[in-house]
């Protein structure tokens, strides 16, 4: 379809069908829907924008339509992002089933498991979680210890995950499973997938500095899994892993505020107002403030460049941690200086008169986002070997 039509049919839909109050960013946790077997609207609004960008596979505009996605063109694809950015269209469902596992089965799953698990995901009835971190593996992601022992057409499924991000919310989990311990430690290591409501499996969940607990600790006691959900290969999951990440590295990038592109300026105005001359009142905070939108605006241009040489076939890779590293710093950098502007306002922990501490907070989770889907010295170190081709000692 040209370009301009496909343009007008776009704009036509998302005035239809995205109500005012999905115009606007997410302004706390429920305002986000995530799907799931117990997932519950927040309102008739959150649930009729999800059920028309569904019906039109458009949660996920680039999957194939056979399979219930959008099978839009990467050049579709753009346009639809360009006039849902131009009207502030919020996400109709935030899911890691769209972000990392669908990619992953797309890649390395049989046609029955994309069958069976991508309608699901598009459409969201299904809510996944993430069990790669163990206690004793987190950046030495190697290193992890659950362990699946072959029982006939079933694996046995004994350990251990943490930071298992929704997990009690979550209807099943990719998980990372040791099927072999004879030889290095990335072989061996398969690509599982488990239904939560599987006897055995249960979560604990674990409090953040935020005072929020979107996390959980989640056992396996003797869990029998089929072995038909293995991804890939028997003991060759560290290359699905390994995938997964680089979609992972790149979804966070985007998304670790969905205020990321507010400028920043916009919060230090209302914060500290404007001098006769139209300037911030504070000349220190005008300089940094100046100086975040500036790298912001670098950083939007090269995810840009990215995104085209993407377009143009070019696999993502190591670029990723790149994308990670650097999103992950200037949201920190952000929130810095957000609490700066916000003086002793920003020291409150609750209060409507202080939207629940919702600068502190978040000021708080900003800490998470250089160390979930790899720390920020990991991502440093794969820059360093993968990007600029640094010796290894
Ligand atoms: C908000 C949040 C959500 C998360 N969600 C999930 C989830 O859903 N599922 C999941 O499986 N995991 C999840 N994680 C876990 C996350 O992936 C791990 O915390 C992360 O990989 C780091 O592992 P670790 O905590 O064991 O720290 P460690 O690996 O023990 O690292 C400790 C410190 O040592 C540094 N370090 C370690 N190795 C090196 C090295 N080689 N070179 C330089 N420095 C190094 C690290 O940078 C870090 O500063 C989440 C974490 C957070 C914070």
Same mark, same amino acid.
């Given at each position: 379809?040209?370009?301009?039509?496909?343009?007008?049919?776009?704009?036509?839909?998302?005035?239809?069908?995205?109500?005012?109050?999905?115009?606007?960013?997410?302004?706390?946790?429920?305002?986000?829907?995530?799907?799931?077997?117990?997932?519950?609207?927040?309102?008739?609004?959150?649930?009729?924008? =999800?059920?028309?960008?569904?019906?039109?596979?458009?949660?996920?505009?680039?999957?194939?339509?056979?399979?219930?996605?959008?099978?839009?063109?990467?050049?579709?694809?753009?346009?639809?992002?360009?006039?849902?950015?131009?009207?502030? %269209?919020?996400?109709?469902?935030?899911? =890691?089933?769209?972000?990392?596992?669908?990619?992953?089965?797309?890649?390395?799953?049989?046609? #029955?498991?994309?069958?069976?698990?991508?309608?699901?995901?598009?459409?969201?009835?299904?809510?996944?979680?993430?069990?790669?971190?163990?206690?004793?593996?987190?950046?030495?992601?190697?290193?992890?210890?659950?362990?699946?022992?072959?029982?006939?057409?079933?694996?046995?499924?004994?350990?251990?995950?943490?930071?298992?991000?929704?997990?009690?919310?979550?209807?099943?989990?990719?998980?990372?499973?040791?099927?072999?311990?004879?030889?290095?430690?990335?072989?061996?290591?398969?690509?599982?997938?488990?239904?939560?409501?599987?006897?055995?499996?249960?979560?604990?969940?674990?409090?953040?500095?935020?005072?929020?607990?979107? =996390? %959980?600790?989640?056992?396996?006691?003797?869990?029998?899994?089929?072995?038909?959900?293995?991804?890939?290969?028997?003991?060759?999951?560290?290359?699905?892993?390994?995938?997964?990440?680089?979609?992972?590295?790149?979804?966070?990038?985007?998304?670790?505020?969905?205020?990321?592109?507010?400028?920043?300026?916009?919060?230090?105005?209302?914060?500290?107002?404007?001098?006769?001359?139209?300037?911030?009142?504070?000349?220190?905070?005008?300089?940094?403030?100046?100086?975040? #939108?500036?790298?912001?605006?670098?950083?939007?241009?090269?995810?840009?460049?990215?995104?085209?040489?993407?377009?143009?076939?070019?696999?993502?890779?190591?670029?990723?941690?790149?994308?990670?590293?650097?999103?992950?710093?200037?949201?920190?950098?952000?929130? #810095?200086?957000?609490?700066? %502007?916000?003086?002793?306002?920003?020291?409150?922990?609750?209060?409507?008169?202080?939207?629940?501490?919702?600068?502190?907070?978040?000021?708080?989770?900003?800490?998470?986002?250089?160390?979930?889907?790899?720390?920020?010295?990991?991502?440093?170190?794969?820059?360093?070997?993968?990007?600029?081709?640094?010796?290894?000692?």
């Amino acid at each position: 379809m040209a370009s301009d039509t496909f343009r007008a049919e776009v704009k036509e839909f998302l005035l239809a069908n995205c109500p005012e109050s999905m115009r606007v960013p997410f302004q706390e946790e429920g305002d986000a829907y995530w799907g799931g077997r117990n997932a519950t609207f927040k309102n008739a609004d959150q649930e009729s924008w =999800f059920k028309a960008m569904a019906a039109r596979g458009w949660t996920t505009p680039t999957w194939p339509k056979k399979y219930g996605g959008g099978g839009l063109s990467k050049e579709e694809v753009k346009i639809l992002k360009q006039e849902m950015s131009a009207l502030g %269209c919020r996400p109709p469902l935030m899911s =890691f089933g769209i972000w990392m596992l669908g990619p992953a089965l797309l890649q390395f799953g049989t046609e #029955e498991q994309r069958e069976q698990y991508l309608p699901d995901i598009i459409q969201g009835k299904i809510r996944w979680c993430q069990g790669y971190s163990e206690p004793g593996a987190g950046s030495d992601l190697a290193g992890i210890q659950t362990l699946a022992l072959s029982s006939g057409d079933e694996y046995v499924v004994t350990g251990q995950k943490v930071w298992t991000s929704y997990a009690d919310a979550a209807d099943m989990i990719f998980a990372l499973v040791r099927t072999d311990n004879s030889g290095k430690k990335q072989v061996g290591i398969t690509f599982l997938l488990i239904d939560m409501a599987f006897e055995g499996v249960s979560t604990r969940p674990i409090k953040l500095i935020s005072g929020k607990s979107p =996390f %959980c600790e989640t056992f396996f006691d003797n869990v029998r899994v089929p072995k038909a959900n293995v991804v890939g290969e028997e003991n060759a999951g560290w290359t699905v892993a390994k995938f997964l990440l680089t979609h992972e590295r790149s979804a966070i990038s985007g998304a670790v505020d969905g205020d990321m592109m507010t400028p920043l300026s916009k919060y230090a105005k209302e914060a500290i107002g404007l001098n006769e001359h139209g300037q911030l009142n504070d000349s220190v905070v005008r300089a940094q403030v100046a100086e975040w #939108e500036i790298d912001g605006a670098g950083f939007k241009m090269t995810l840009d460049r990215i995104n085209e040489e993407m377009k143009a076939g070019q696999s993502i890779g190591a670029r990723s941690s790149f994308m990670k590293y650097y999103a992950s710093e200037l949201n920190k950098r952000k929130y #810095e200086l957000r609490l700066d %502007c916000e003086g002793q306002k920003a020291l409150a922990w609750e209060g409507d008169k202080y939207h629940d501490g919702k600068i502190a907070r978040q000021f708080c989770r900003t800490k998470g986002n250089s160390i979930e889907g790899g720390t920020s010295e990991v991502q440093l170190n794969i820059i360093s070997k993968h990007i600029l081709g640094l010796p290894t000692k």
